[in-house]
């Protein structure tokens, strides 16, 4: 069998290249630059007809890769790709899950209609699963989904002595719960309002005694940085000192980085968008699931039914 195609689309270079070491994949390579008006040229420069082809795209700021994304799934198809899967480490659009006003686009729903579409499979690391069971509610393809909470746990078993594991909210428990248990640590949640895209509101109901312990933040995304923020400000209130910040996905919007790490808290991200605080890395779990995915002979069966 032909070993697996994996390309990196602009700015996914090192996790493309982490990926095909570790599946013995072929590493491919597309020319993508944005014409003076802002339309996209695309060109393969490694030939895609018959391959098993997996584009490396994380979706941070995703409108602006979206449509090239989508341009080089359709152009893989037509010059003969076997399959055209995608791995996503970052998945964005998932947090707009409802209709919360009248008019208001679910775009989370869209986003995996355009990529279940485009794609035969999709691997990806902690979607934001609120009020979604699974991916498969709303992806139609093959996916596999990489949880970041062992490597966490690892990470603060190594690096954090006497540890407590915060959840600066509900939706949080999920995955703060599972690194806490593996850590070997005790963990509260935190309550949150969120009143705007940068206003939020958090309280503190019952949590351990912070003068005796690391507090350890755990989320899975960092966007305008505020919960972090509004979260590390009543932690430090309540005696904490040098408080960790922990996220799955350092989307940074706002320079969020700074102002977490200016708060004074050690700042650690999973490498699922790069970033100088990347210091959990999800390549190997990524890639493995990956390799399950493109060996199932059952879900390859689905895969060609969708082409
Ligand atoms: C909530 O839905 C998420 O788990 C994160 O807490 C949230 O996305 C963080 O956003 P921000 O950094 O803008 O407060």
Not at 82 to 104: I, N, S, T
Not at 212 to 237: N, Q
């Amino acid at each position: 069998m032909t070993a697996p195609l994996v390309i990196a689309m602009p700015s996914n270079e090192a996790m493309a290249e982490a990926i095909a070491r570790e599946i013995a994949a072929d590493l491919g390579k597309i020319e993508v630059h944005a014409f003076p008006d802002g339309e996209t040229y695309l060109r393969f420069l490694t030939i895609v007809s018959d391959r098993n082809l997996a584009l490396v795209c994380t979706l941070d700021r995703p409108n602006d890769k979206i449509l090239p994304l989508l341009f080089a799934a359709a152009t893989a198809r037509e010059l003969g790709a076997a399959h055209v899967g995608l791995v996503a480490p970052y998945l964005a659009y998932m947090r707009q899950d409802r209709r919360f006003k009248p008019g208001e686009a679910v775009t989370s729903r869209q986003v995996g209609r355009f990529l279940s579409d485009a794609f035969d499979w999709l691997v990806t690391v902690d979607p934001h699963l609120h009020r979604y069971g699974s991916l498969a509610d709303i992806y139609r393809i093959p996916t596999r989904v990489v949880h970041a909470a062992p490597l966490i746990s690892h990470w603060i078993n190594q690096n954090v002595s006497n540890p407590l594991i915060v959840g600066p909210d509900s939706e949080s428990e999920q995955w703060v719960s599972a690194v806490a248990k593996d850590a070997g640590a005790p963990y509260g949640v935190l309550e949150k309002i969120r009143h705007g895209d940068r206003n939020v509101e958090i309280s503190i109901r019952a949590l351990h005694d912070l003068t005796k312990r690391t507090p350890v933040l755990v989320d899975d995304i960092i966007s305008s940085g505020r919960t972090m923020i509004e979260a590390l400000r009543l932690l430090k209130a309540r005696g904490a000192k040098s408080p960790v910040c922990v996220a799955v996905h350092g989307v940074f919007a706002d320079q969020s980085d700074e102002v977490v790490t200016q708060a004074g808290a050690h700042l650690v991200t999973s490498n699922s968008i790069p970033h100088e605080s990347n210091g959990i890395d999800v390549t190997e779990p990524l890639a493995n699931s990956m390799k399950e995915l493109l060996s199932s002979p059952s879900e390859n069966s689905i895969l060609k039914t969708y082409r």
